[in-house]
């Protein structure tokens, strides 16, 4: 009896490790088949769809796509950002298109850039940084404070110093409405909340840029 007690006890304690290292192997599958194709995968977050209804009302999202002078100016592609008060710097990366679906994506814990216009006097122009709003980007707990300064590094040495002159939380369906004279660089990062619908938006405005010494 307790021969087979114990055999009973083995063969379902293999049967649970196999199908632990199973579900990893699908895990693991999945989450190279959202990197590789660029796809919103259920149960796997590596990608997230994000909605950009905000922003396609007003801007083609796909015009300036791409990170030589005639997208991000001559000071060099933004490489990273520094929130006010924050000890972590964000990767900036380039965007993620789902063409087939029709969607943007974005990575955890990272923010995307899509300019808006084009350079402005060498500079970079309206600049869109789109993220998924958590604890680690942007939420309800965490928005700077106007007035904040706001970094962005590029990859050539220099960095955008930026003032924040607004921040907000909107529906994520709702145009946003931009405050621009037309001459000097913006910047937006918006994190959306997709679970509550909605965008945590900070907009800032430039000031100088200066190099940064290595």
Do not use: C, M
């Given at each position: 009896m307790k021969k087979r007690l114990k055999k009973s006890f083995l063969?379902?304690?293999r049967g649970l490790i196999f199908a632990f290292c199973g579900g990893v192997s699908i895990f693991l599958l999945m989450t190279g088949y959202e990197s590789i194709y660029n796809r919103?995968?259920?149960f796997v977050h590596s990608l997230d769809a994000i909605n950009l209804t905000a922003y396609?009302?007003?801007?083609?999202?796909?015009?300036y796509v791409g990170?030589?002078?005639?997208?991000?100016?001559?000071?060099?592609k933004p490489t990273n950002v520094k929130m006010p008060r924050r000890s972590m710097r964000f990767d900036i990366v380039k965007p993620i298109q789902d063409t087939a679906n029709n969607?943007?994506?974005?990575?955890?814990?990272?923010?995307?850039l899509l300019p808006l216009t084009a350079p402005r006097n060498g500079n970079l122009g309206v600049a869109l940084l789109y993220c998924r709003s958590s604890f680690r980007t942007l939420n309800a707990s965490n928005l700077p404070n106007v007035g904040d300064n706001l970094f962005i590094d590029t990859d050539r040495n220099w960095r955008y110093v930026y003032r924040v002159t607004?921040?907000?939380?909107?529906?994520?369906?709702?145009?946003?409405?931009?405050?621009?004279?037309?001459?000097?660089?913006k910047v937006i990062i918006s994190c959306?909340?997709?679970?509550?619908?909605?965008?945590?938006?900070?907009?800032a405005d430039q000031l100088v840029v200066q190099g940064v010494e290595q």
């Open positions: 063969f379902a304690a919103d995968v259920p396609q009302s007003r801007y083609n999202l796909n015009k990170t030589d002078s005639k997208q991000v100016g001559n000071f060099g969607q943007w994506l974005a990575r955890a814990s990272t923010l995307h607004d921040t907000r939380v909107l529906p994520d369906d709702q145009p946003y409405i931009l405050s621009d004279d037309g001459t000097k660089g959306n909340d997709s679970a509550h619908k909605r965008n945590f938006v900070v907009e």
